[in-house]
C-alpha cells in the first residue's frame, strides 16, 4: 500500500490564483481530512469527511472547499489564494470499526502565496 | 475555544536517559487522546493513544498517562536513542472516530550523545 499520498509537494501561488491541493488513500478509509500548519504551530483541522458524498467544516474552513465524490480521493480547493494561507497542508486518513483509530498522514504540500 | 497546549516548548536529554513529555488541554469532554511524532520535513506518525477511561497505556518504549482530574496528559520515552529527536505533539479528539483532532503546539525533542 502506498498509504496517504499528496501532490504536490511544493507550490508557490501568487495571491488570487487558485490551485487544488490532492489527496488519495488507498487504505479503503472512510474518514479523510485536511490540516494545515504554520510555522513553530501543531496542526489546524480545515475540513473532513467521513465517507463519500460527506463533507464537514474544521476549525479553520474558510477560503478552502472540498469534496469527496470517491473513497480513495479527498481534494482541497483554494478559491482565491491569500498570503495568509502560506502553510504546510497535511491529508489523514483513518478507518472507523465502532472505535477510535489512529489517523494516517501524508507527507504533505508546502505552499507558498506571494 | 477549545485548545490543547504543552507546557515546554523544547526539551534536551541524553542519550540512554528517559524523557517526559507534558500536554494539558482543556476540554473535559474528550474522550480520547494520541501522542504524534513529527520528523522535519515529514507528517505527523501516530506513537499511541489512550482513552478517557484509562490512566496509563504502554506501548514499546512508551507510555501515555492520562490525569483527568487535572486535565494533564504525559508521554514518557524509555532509553532515549537518536532517532527520537522530533517534535511531539499531543492531540485530543473532539468527535466521533479519529477525524476532528485539535493539536498542541509541540515539543522539540533533541538527544544529546
Known amino acids: 500500500n502506498a498509504g496517504v499520498t499528496q501532490t504536490p509537494k511544493f507550490q508557490v501561488l501568487k495571491t488570487g490564483q487558485s490551485m487544488t491541493l490532492q489527496c488519495a488513500q488507498d487504505?479503503?478509509?472512510?474518514?479523510m481530512s485536511w490540516y494545515r500548519q504554520d510555522p513553530g504551530m501543531g496542526l489546524r483541522l480545515i475540513h473532513y469527511s467521513v465517507g463519500a458524498g460527506i463533507t464537514d467544516q474544521g476549525e479553520v474552513p474558510n477560503g478552502y472547499n472540498v469534496s469527496r465524490s470517491t473513497t480513495e480521493d479527498f481534494p482541497l480547493r483554494l478559491l482565491s489564494a491569500a498570503p495568509s494561507q502560506t502553510s504546510v497542508y497535511f491529508c489523514?486518513?483513518?478507518?472507523?470499526?465502532?472505535?477510535?483509530?489512529?489517523?494516517?498522514f501524508g507527507p504533505g504540500t508546502r505552499l507558498t502565496v506571494l | 475555544g477549545e485548545s490543547v497546549g504543552l507546557h515546554l516548548p523544547t526539551l534536551s536529554v541524553q542519550e540512554g536517559d528517559n524523557s517526559i513529555i507534558n500536554c494539558a488541554y482543556s476540554?473535559?469532554?474528550?474522550?480520547?487522546f494520541i501522542w504524534y511524532k513529527q520528523e522535519s520535513g515529514k507528517g505527523p506518525q501516530f506513537i499511541i493513544d489512550i482513552r478517557s477511561n484509562m490512566d496509563k497505556r504502554q506501548g514499546q518504549r512508551v507510555t501515555v498517562l492520562l490525569n483527568k482530574t487535572v486535565k494533564h496528559l504525559s508521554l514518557q520515552i524509555a532509553a532515549t536513542q537518536p532517532g527520537d529527536s522530533a517534535v511531539y505533539f499531543c492531540?485530543?479528539?473532539?468527535?466521533?472516530?479519529?477525524?476532528?483532532?485539535?493539536f498542541g503546539q509541540g515539543t522539540r525533542l533533541t538527544i544529546n550523545p
Open positions: 487504505m479503503n478509509h472512510e474518514y
Open positions: 476540554n473535559s469532554a474528550s474522550d480520547y
Open positions: 489523514a486518513s483513518s478507518y472507523w470499526q465502532g472505535t477510535y483509530n489512529e489517523q494516517f
Open positions: 492531540a485530543e479528539n473532539l468527535g466521533q472516530g479519529a477525524q476532528k483532532l485539535v
